[in-house]
């Protein structure tokens, strides 16, 4: 069985934007996650936020945003990990592996 996992990593360091994404994570996908990371990203508060929802036909969003130190004026600092994965892996004869 195979898996693809794609990561994204939205923060403030250096500006609000990502910092990293797997190479070939799809750009449908890569504009679906930062539009959706530029909306939680200020309403992180003192409790990590995890959430889990398909982003696309047949891939689903592991999300996770928390607080991680403050920036060089003290304000707080957050981060949005994304994790992407096909939402129905497929077996090496390609069948579906539920």
Known sequence: MEVKLYHHIYTSSGGYKTVYSTKNLPSDILDRLERYST????????IPFFAIFPISEDKICYSKAFRGGVDHVGRPKACVH?????????SENNTPFL
């Open 82 to 90: 994304n994790i992407v994965l096909d939402s129905c892996p497929r």
């Open 39 to 46: 909306l939680v990203y200020p309403r992180v508060g003192g």
